[in-house]
Nanobody
Protein backbone atom coordinates (compact mmCIF):
# COMPACT_ATOMS: atom_id res chain seq x y z
CA UNK A 1 0.00 0.00 0.00
CA UNK A 2 1.13 3.54 -0.77
CA UNK A 3 0.88 6.40 1.71
CA UNK A 4 0.64 9.95 0.38
CA UNK A 5 0.81 13.04 2.60
CA UNK A 6 0.16 16.49 1.13
CA UNK A 7 1.14 19.86 2.52
CA UNK A 8 1.54 23.43 1.37
CA UNK A 9 -2.03 24.56 0.89
CA UNK A 10 -3.27 27.93 2.03
CA UNK A 11 -4.77 31.26 1.09
CA UNK A 12 -3.27 33.14 -1.85
CA UNK A 13 -4.33 36.20 -3.82
CA UNK A 14 -5.35 35.98 -7.48
CA UNK A 15 -2.26 35.98 -9.65
CA UNK A 16 -0.16 34.53 -6.87
CA UNK A 17 1.79 31.28 -6.58
CA UNK A 18 1.78 28.28 -4.30
CA UNK A 19 3.74 25.02 -4.14
CA UNK A 20 2.18 21.82 -2.84
CA UNK A 21 4.21 18.83 -1.66
CA UNK A 22 3.28 15.17 -1.47
CA UNK A 23 5.54 12.81 0.47
CA UNK A 24 5.28 9.24 -0.78
CA UNK A 25 5.99 6.13 1.29
CA UNK A 26 5.25 2.42 1.06
CA UNK A 27 4.67 0.45 -2.13
CA UNK A 28 5.24 2.22 -5.44
CA UNK A 29 3.88 0.57 -8.56
CA UNK A 30 6.53 0.80 -11.24
CA UNK A 31 4.13 1.28 -14.15
CA UNK A 32 1.80 3.70 -12.40
CA UNK A 33 1.88 7.49 -12.25
CA UNK A 34 1.88 10.24 -9.67
CA UNK A 35 -0.27 13.29 -9.96
CA UNK A 36 -2.86 15.64 -8.60
CA UNK A 37 -6.62 15.96 -8.56
CA UNK A 38 -8.79 18.70 -7.10
CA UNK A 39 -12.32 19.05 -5.86
CA UNK A 40 -14.13 22.35 -5.47
CA UNK A 41 -17.18 22.73 -3.20
CA UNK A 42 -20.26 21.23 -4.82
CA UNK A 43 -18.28 19.87 -7.76
CA UNK A 44 -16.91 16.51 -8.75
CA UNK A 45 -13.26 15.64 -8.37
CA UNK A 46 -11.25 16.46 -11.48
CA UNK A 47 -7.77 15.77 -12.72
CA UNK A 48 -5.04 18.40 -12.69
CA UNK A 49 -2.06 16.55 -14.08
CA UNK A 50 0.09 13.44 -13.84
CA UNK A 51 3.65 12.27 -14.47
CA UNK A 52 4.80 8.81 -15.41
CA UNK A 53 6.79 6.91 -12.79
CA UNK A 54 8.89 5.48 -15.64
CA UNK A 55 10.03 8.57 -17.52
CA UNK A 56 8.37 11.55 -15.79
CA UNK A 57 6.47 12.41 -18.97
CA UNK A 58 3.71 14.84 -17.94
CA UNK A 59 0.10 15.46 -18.88
CA UNK A 60 -1.84 18.53 -17.79
CA UNK A 61 -5.48 19.45 -18.08
CA UNK A 62 -6.11 22.41 -20.39
CA UNK A 63 -7.41 24.45 -17.44
CA UNK A 64 -3.96 24.49 -15.78
CA UNK A 65 -1.59 24.02 -18.72
CA UNK A 66 1.14 26.65 -18.71
CA UNK A 67 0.36 27.65 -15.10
CA UNK A 68 0.89 24.43 -13.12
CA UNK A 69 3.95 22.14 -13.10
CA UNK A 70 4.35 18.70 -11.55
CA UNK A 71 7.84 17.65 -10.56
CA UNK A 72 9.44 14.90 -8.50
CA UNK A 73 12.40 14.64 -6.15
CA UNK A 74 13.01 10.90 -6.10
CA UNK A 75 15.69 11.19 -3.41
CA UNK A 76 13.11 12.76 -1.09
CA UNK A 77 10.21 10.59 -2.32
CA UNK A 78 8.28 13.77 -2.91
CA UNK A 79 5.98 14.96 -5.68
CA UNK A 80 5.37 18.67 -6.12
CA UNK A 81 2.67 20.79 -7.71
CA UNK A 82 3.86 24.29 -8.48
CA UNK A 83 0.97 26.63 -9.21
CA UNK A 84 1.30 30.13 -10.61
CA UNK A 85 -1.06 32.78 -12.00
CA UNK A 86 -3.68 31.38 -9.67
CA UNK A 87 -7.33 32.20 -10.28
CA UNK A 88 -10.33 32.10 -7.93
CA UNK A 89 -11.61 29.10 -9.90
CA UNK A 90 -8.50 27.17 -8.80
CA UNK A 91 -9.92 27.14 -5.25
CA UNK A 92 -10.35 23.52 -4.21
CA UNK A 93 -9.05 20.71 -2.06
CA UNK A 94 -6.04 19.27 -3.86
CA UNK A 95 -5.32 15.55 -3.65
CA UNK A 96 -2.11 13.74 -4.46
CA UNK A 97 -2.60 10.32 -6.05
CA UNK A 98 -0.75 7.21 -7.22
CA UNK A 99 -2.49 5.33 -10.04
CA UNK A 100 -2.27 4.47 -13.72
CA UNK A 101 -3.02 7.83 -15.30
CA UNK A 102 -5.53 7.40 -18.13
CA UNK A 103 -6.55 10.18 -20.49
CA UNK A 104 -9.97 9.87 -22.14
CA UNK A 105 -11.33 12.48 -24.48
CA UNK A 106 -8.46 14.81 -23.61
CA UNK A 107 -9.05 14.70 -19.86
CA UNK A 108 -7.71 12.63 -17.00
CA UNK A 109 -10.10 9.87 -16.04
CA UNK A 110 -10.93 10.03 -12.32
CA UNK A 111 -10.41 6.51 -10.95
CA UNK A 112 -12.69 4.83 -8.46
CA UNK A 113 -10.41 1.85 -7.80
CA UNK A 114 -6.73 0.91 -7.98
CA UNK A 115 -5.78 4.36 -6.74
CA UNK A 116 -4.07 5.63 -3.62
CA UNK A 117 -5.15 9.06 -2.36
CA UNK A 118 -3.64 11.55 0.00
CA UNK A 119 -5.82 13.28 2.59
CA UNK A 120 -6.00 16.53 0.61
CA UNK A 121 -4.90 20.09 1.23
CA UNK A 122 -7.05 23.21 0.85
CA UNK A 123 -6.07 25.90 -1.65
CA UNK A 124 -8.07 29.12 -1.56
CA UNK A 125 -7.52 31.85 -4.13
CA UNK A 126 -9.16 35.05 -2.99
CA UNK A 127 -8.44 38.72 -2.47
Amino acid sequence: QTQLTESGGGLVQPGGSLKLSCVVSGLIREYASFGWFRQAPGKEREGVGCVSNIDDSPFYEDSVKGRFTISRDKAKNTVYLEMSSLKPEDTAVYFCAHWVCTVIGGSIYVPSENVEWGQGTQVTVSS
